[in-house]
Every structure is written in C-alpha cells, then in structure tokens.
C-alpha cells in the first residue's frame, strides 16, 4: 500500500521480515507465506535500496529454504514447495535490482550444495536474466 514511501521504514520492516523467515510457524506457514509476499512486494517497491539490504536478506533466505528443506515436521509438501518458490522469487528479483550480485554470490552455494530441492531454486536464480 505504501509503495516508494516504504523505504521510510525499511530497517523496521527489515528486522520484521527476518524474524519471520527464521521461525517455522505451523504445518500451513502462513505467517512465512505472508511475509515472502511482503518482501517481495518490499523489494518492488524499493528496489534502489536493495543492494545494501543484499547480504542480511540473501543468508536469511537460504537458511529459510536449508531449514523448510529439511523439516521433518508435519509441514505438507506442497507448502515447502510454496514456501521455496516464493524464496526462489525474492532472491530472482534481489538479483533483478542488485545487477547480477546474487548469481555472483550463489555460484559456490551451489556447487557446495548437495540438496537437490535447494539446488534447483538456486538454478533458478542462475538461469534467471
């Protein structure tokens, strides 16, 4: 709602949005789901300020998907799978505004990762222009 005038409360938002990624909130995480769509509308609407946000928001999301990936809980399939799309989304448009620094960034996660599931998203990002 706010669009450009979000960037007046981004390091708030900033501090929101990372604690939301880190806890795993019920078999249906709608709290994560939600706040994916928030920072992905976030990083829309204030992207030149992205790129200095880039380190913080790109760990919190590969420990969201290492840690969606490897929950064993009763978290449904298709919810991981939501939940690694819209991560895979985030970290395509972070890519998007920051000029390629994300594709850089990824290139030894990828070849150090051995999960298939995380792996993908990761192409992804790559294969993304």
């Not at 920072?39 to 969201?64: G, S």
């Not at 799978?81 to 994300?102: M, N, W």
Request: with cysteine; glycine share 6%; aromatic share 4%.
């Amino acid at each position: 709602r706010l669009g450009i005038l979000i960037v007046r409360h981004l390091k708030r938002l900033e501090r929101v949005i990372l604690g939301y990624l880190e806890v795993c909130d019920g078999p249906e995480e709608e709290a994560r789901l939600g706040i994916l769509e928030t920072l992905q509308c976030t990083i829309e609407h204030a992207w030149p300020r992205m790129p200095c946000r880039l380190p913080v928001l790109l760990k919190a999301l590969l420990k969201m998907m290492w840690d969606v990936h490897t929950d064993h809980g009763s978290t449904p399939e298709l919810v991981k799978a939501t939940l690694l799309q819209g991560a895979t989304e985030c970290l395509i448009l972070l890519d998007r505004c920051s000029e390629g620094q994300v594709k850089v960034l990824l290139e030894g996660v990828y070849s150090s990762c051995e999960e298939n599931r995380v792996r993908e998203c990761i192409r992804k990002v790559q294969e993304n222009t």
